[in-house]
């Protein structure tokens, strides 16, 4: 007796012996006329939906294909998850072909059919069609509201979305209290993603308190993403409110601070959480925590750490996952192992263009251009198309060495080889790359030529240009740009006051402290962080809180006589201030990468060696100094500074002091 209307058990594997309708195995091909009617439509109904629900998007959409071979009417039932397949496939053709013959049978205007189409055409980046489908919808529910929603964030038309929602609420007040068109926590989701991508903390503040309102401020959902939306309007606090006020959590709970903390550079509080995820044991973590806790790592310079979670990726079977083993890339390069990233990135069997990509940041970063370069054309014999990020990658690694041929070479070959129209990152690499070179002139008119407008990013490569090369006036017309453009950014007017004290004018020097006083303007300071036996040890210019102080000093002044002994001459340019050189040379020897490495080498072995990271670019004295330690002990001393990494042996840098 065959079944019209498979039960549980027998839909259960039924997809599976559809899979095998064309096998040799008497068995599968039994048990499929035994126990499916293939002439009854929801005997395919209940197929297509299993394989769609198991995410066999492809099979579902064969199974559709084999039933209209039959000649077989489809009813309402058989066109959603059908088209839901198309989605998951963003397969716009078959999309197409499945609207096509819901409007043969008469069953686009059905509510389910129609948001299901909704959902498909903006998933496959066809708004505009999405948009008239849903205007043609005579009775929306919240499902099709929230598909049209959901489809202009996927888009990235977050406004658009909001003012959807805005009708949303009209419409729904003029329902009478119908539960068909009432906002959902669902709803509320997508809503708080098209948040996220605004980042007007008045928007999230106020789609937040509607939430509360509506009862939503429990649901794990709303939250998850409240979290989110919060985070990228700056307001980490709040975030962190949210998740501690929520009375359960997921794997995304934790996975979403973990991330918000690590992409902030919050390293620290990145990993206390992820220790309490562990320790409270309630909630398995997963290939996504990895990934956001090895970002941590990375910012962090927490190699010892970082090697861990890379242990528990190997033994969760995890190294195959491509954004797991490209994180363990990354993380490794910015941990100053890029030969260990290397091994990390030989191992992968699948290499997509992300992983490709921090491949050659990471020998760019470490002044190791020709190898980036080298990577770059493996990437292309592979038949991986690169992306807008590769060429980033390409054209830093360029600037960090001085290739200046190559980096105009593949500046020019983006758009006219790989249809990629420069942006302003990629401007802002090759202003980099002339200003380095000394073309300042150069740089100044490739940014007056450019096809989009020049950012921050453009113009303060421009100035830091400008510094290194004592350019007063071109420092100056990139100064303006930059106070124009980001006012509360005290950087830019330390930069040019670098560069007048550099020109000995003083009173401009006192003039730029007088408006960064009077704008409520503070430097940020300069600090070294260096990593002993998995502690963080952080030191600050002249800084005498750590326990060991007395013993870094000493230390340093026995350095201090070596480094005579071997040709060294104080660098006081560095010194912003109007005094005498004996008290300026007072100011540099105290600089905190040099307490760092000192407090390094005191508290290693022979032979270890000393990592640091400075959260600000490596003074022309430290690095002289560190240099010639370096030979003095005998050591491999590595700075990652806010530009690039240098690698100290044998009296020289792996810069070739070129940064």
Request: glycine share 8%.
């Amino acid at each position: 007796m065959k079944i019209s209307n498979p039960t549980s058990v027998v839909i259960t594997f039924s997809w599976k012996i559809f899979r095998h309708r064309y096998s040799t195995n008497p068995n599968l091909t039994t048990l499929f006329n035994k126990y499916v009617d293939k002439t009854n439509v929801n005997s395919w109904n209940s197929i297509i939906a299993e394989l769609a629900r198991s995410g066999d998007s492809v099979e579902a959409l064969r199974a559709f294909s084999s039933m209209r071979k039959l000649s077989l009417k489809p009813n309402r039932s058989s066109f959603p998850c059908t088209i839901k397949s198309c989605s998951a496939l963003l397969d716009l053709q078959s999309g197409r072909q499945a609207h096509q013959q819901a409007l043969i049978f008469g069953y686009e205007p059905d509510l389910f059919v129609s948001s299901a189409l909704v959902d498909m055409y903006s998933k496959c980046g066809e708004l505009r069609d999405a948009r008239t489908l849903f205007d043609e919808i005579s009775q929306r529910n919240v499902v099709s509201w929230t598909s049209m929603i959901t489809g202009y964030v996927q888009n990235d038309d977050a406004h658009m979305a909001l003012l959807l929602f805005k009708e949303f609420l009209v419409e729904e007040s003029g329902s009478e209290g119908d539960g068909e068109i009432c906002v959902d926590p669902i709803a509320m989701v997508s809503v708080l993603a098209a948040c996220s991508r605004v980042s007007d903390k008045s928007v999230t503040e106020g789609i937040h308190g509607f939430s509360i309102k509506r009862g939503f401020e429990g649901d794990l959902g709303v939250n998850n993403t409240l979290m989110d939306a919060y985070a990228k309007c700056g307001e980490l606090g709040v975030s962190r409110k949210v998740f501690d006020g929520m009375d359960d959590r997921d794997v995304i709970s934790w996975n979403s601070i973990i991330a918000v903390y690590a992409q902030n550079g919050m390293s620290t509080e990145s990993m206390e959480i992820f220790i309490r995820m562990v320790k409270d044991g309630d909630v398995n973590y997963n290939a996504v925590t990895l990934s956001a806790v090895l970002l941590a790592c990375a910012h962090s310079g927490s190699q010892r750490l970082g090697k861990c979670i890379h242990d528990q990726v190997v033994k969760m079977g995890l190294e195959s996952d491509i954004y797991v083993a490209t994180s363990i890339i990354d993380m490794y390069c910015k941990c100053g192992k890029v030969e260990m990233a290397r091994k990390a990135f030989d191992r992968m069997r699948g290499k997509n263009v992300k992983s490709w990509s921090a491949l050659i940041a990471g020998y760019g970063m470490h002044g190791r251009a020709r190898e980036a370069l080298d990577v770059f054309y493996e990437m292309n014999k592979a038949a991986v198309r690169p992306n807008y990020i590769t060429f980033i990658s390409v054209l830093a690694a360029c600037g960090h060495t001085g290739l200046l041929k190559e980096g105009w070479h593949w500046f020019k070959a983006m758009s006219h080889e790989f249809s990629i129209e420069p942006g302003v990152e990629h401007y802002g690499c090759m202003v980099d790359l002339l200003g380095r070179a000394g073309r300042l002139n150069e740089a100044f008119e490739l940014i007056k030529g450019m096809k989009v407008k020049p950012d921050f990013v453009v113009w303060s490569a421009l100035l830091s240009a400008c510094r290194t090369h004592n350019n007063v006036e071109l420092g100056e017309i990139s100064a303006r740009k930059l106070f124009e453009l980001d006012p509360k950014n005290c950087g830019y007017y330390v930069l040019l006051s670098n560069i007048y004290a550099d020109a000995g004018r003083w009173e401009d020097v006192e003039r730029m402290r007088i408006v960064m006083k009077n704008r409520g303007l503070v430097k940020p300071p300069g600090f070294s962080l260096v990593d002993i036996k998995g502690r963080i040890h952080v030191f600050l210019v002249g800084d005498r809180e750590h326990p060991q102080h007395k013993e870094i000093y000493e230390y340093l002044e026995k350095l201090s006589m070596k480094l005579q002994e071997v040709g060294y001459v104080p660098d006081m340019t560095s010194v912003l201030h109007d005094v005498g050189n004996e008290e300026k040379e007072m100011i540099i020897r105290v600089h905190s990468e040099k307490l760092a490495v000192a407090f390094g080498i005191m508290n290693t072995v022979p032979g270890t060696t000393i990592q640091i990271i400075k959260n600000l670019r490596v003074c022309g004295d430290c690095h002289t100094a560190i240099k010639l330690i370096s030979k003095i002990v005998d050591r491999e001393i590595v700075v990652r500074d806010s530009k690039r990494f240098h690698h100290f042996r044998d009296g020289l840098c792996s810069c070739g002091d070129y940064w």
